[in-house]
């Protein structure tokens, strides 16, 4: 079993940052990757981002450049560092984590509007 737990959203204003953090815990050892998604109302859950046990990263093609993920193994936690947010980003963003099983987290709502 794998917990996650998801912080740092909220509203930001056009060409704005956020940091989301996903603070993992339990059988930690099995997870081999690890990853970012976001559902926008009335869209499907799209991946953000993800991040490999091996340190291989993946963006959509929408956030490359502005989003970056990234892991503390000493703090067990993945972040998401978006910059240069727009209102095409705003969504309930989830963290994944891979074993032989899926886990999520239960969303965080980031909101992008002046």
């Known amino acids: 079993q794998v917990q996650l737990v998801e912080s740092g959203g909220g509203l930001v204003q056009p060409g704005g940052s956020l940091r989301l953090s996903c603070a993992f815990s339990g059988s930690m050892f099995s997870i081999y990757s690890m990853g970012w998604y976001r559902q926008a109302p009335g869209k499907q859950r799209e991946l953000v981002a993800s991040l490999t046990s091996g340190g291989t990263t993946n963006y959509a093609d929408s956030v490359k450049g502005r989003f970056a993920i990234s892991r503390d193994n000493a703090k067990n936690t993945v972040y998401l560092q978006m910059n240069s947010l727009n209102p095409e980003d705003t969504a309930v963003y989830y963290c994944?984590?891979?074993?032989?099983?899926?886990?999520w987290g239960q969303g965080i709502q980031v909101t992008v509007s002046s």
């Open positions: 994944r984590a891979n074993t032989i099983h899926i886990y």
